[in-house]
């Protein structure tokens, strides 16, 4: 009989941890299917942490940069008119500023620039779209000439790879658009400087 114990004792502690290691490989295969819906793109070189993101982001510090960033706004030669979106600038106007990480899209926390858009587009137009600055071309946008930009239009650009889209940006007005940068947060920047310039893709007018 006290054989008998200890083998169905044994019986019942060995199921105990199927049971425990059945439960961890669900867990892990549920968090690995959520992270699987969303729409990164771990080609995208904007999207990637570069040598000026720190590994922790806290609010300090957007609020320490938060005058400067503000100042640089106002020497923006941006004039507003009674047809522009008012909403679209003044929530802008709350992200800038916000340091950029990848795979984050909060405001003043951080996000990368395909968050940005997207957090963007959904408080202003209430228009839900992708995640990714390819797929948000693919599957939001008609595509439009430069020419032809208007305010809340999306700008795509390259990196080293002509015709791989990995970055994109919210048009405003006379040659500015704003967009999350990995060295510099959300900021607004002129496709006049050399660099948008030359990297430009494409431009594209959601659906």
Same mark, same amino acid.
């Given at each position: 009989? &006290?054989?008998?114990?200890?083998?169905?004792?044994?019986?019942?502690?060995?199921?105990?941890?199927?049971?425990?290691?059945?439960?961890?490989?669900?867990?892990?295969?549920?968090?690995?299917?959520?992270? &699987?819906?969303?729409?990164?793109?771990?080609?995208?070189? %904007?999207?990637?942490?570069?040598?000026?993101?720190?590994?922790?982001?806290?609010?300090?510090?957007?609020?320490?940069?938060?005058?400067?960033?503000?100042?640089?706004?106002?020497?923006?030669?941006?004039?507003?008119?009674?047809?522009?979106?008012?909403?679209? %600038?003044?929530?802008?106007?709350?992200?800038?500023?916000?340091?950029?990480?990848?795979?984050?899209?909060?405001?003043?926390?951080?996000?990368?620039?395909?968050?940005?858009?997207?957090?963007?587009?959904?408080?202003?137009?209430?228009?839900?779209?992708?995640?990714?600055?390819?797929?948000?071309?693919?599957?939001?946008?008609?595509?439009?000439?430069?020419?032809?930009?208007?305010?809340?239009?999306?700008?795509?650009?390259? &990196?080293?790879?002509?015709?791989?889209?990995?970055?994109?940006?919210?048009?405003?007005?006379?040659?500015?658009?704003?967009?999350?940068?990995?060295?510099?947060?959300?900021?607004?920047?002129?496709?006049?400087?050399?660099?948008?310039?030359?990297?430009?893709?494409?431009? &594209?007018?959601?659906?």
């Amino acid at each position: 009989m &006290g054989f008998i114990y200890i083998d169905l004792t044994f019986v019942l502690i060995m199921n105990r941890y199927r049971i425990i290691l059945f439960l961890c490989v669900a867990v892990t295969m549920l968090s690995l299917l959520s992270c &699987g819906k969303r729409n990164y793109n771990n080609d995208d070189i %904007y999207d990637k942490p570069s040598k000026h993101t720190t590994a922790s982001v806290t609010h300090s510090s957007r609020t320490d940069e938060k005058g400067d960033v503000y100042k640089a706004w106002k020497r923006l030669d941006i004039k507003l008119g009674k047809e522009d979106n008012k909403e679209l %600038y003044n929530e802008i106007k709350e992200w800038l500023g916000t340091p950029y990480k990848y795979a984050c899209e909060t405001k003043g926390v951080c996000t990368d620039c395909s968050g940005f858009v997207m957090k963007v587009y959904l408080a202003v137009y209430k228009k839900p779209i992708e995640r990714n600055s390819g797929r948000i071309f693919e599957k939001n946008c008609k595509p439009i000439s430069r020419n032809n930009l208007k305010e809340g239009d999306l700008v795509f650009f390259h &990196g080293k790879n002509p015709g791989r889209i990995t970055h994109v940006g919210i048009y405003l007005k006379d040659g500015y658009f704003a967009h999350a940068s990995s060295s510099q947060g959300v900021t607004v920047n002129s496709l006049a400087q050399n660099y948008y310039n030359t990297h430009f893709e494409c431009a &594209g007018r959601v659906k």
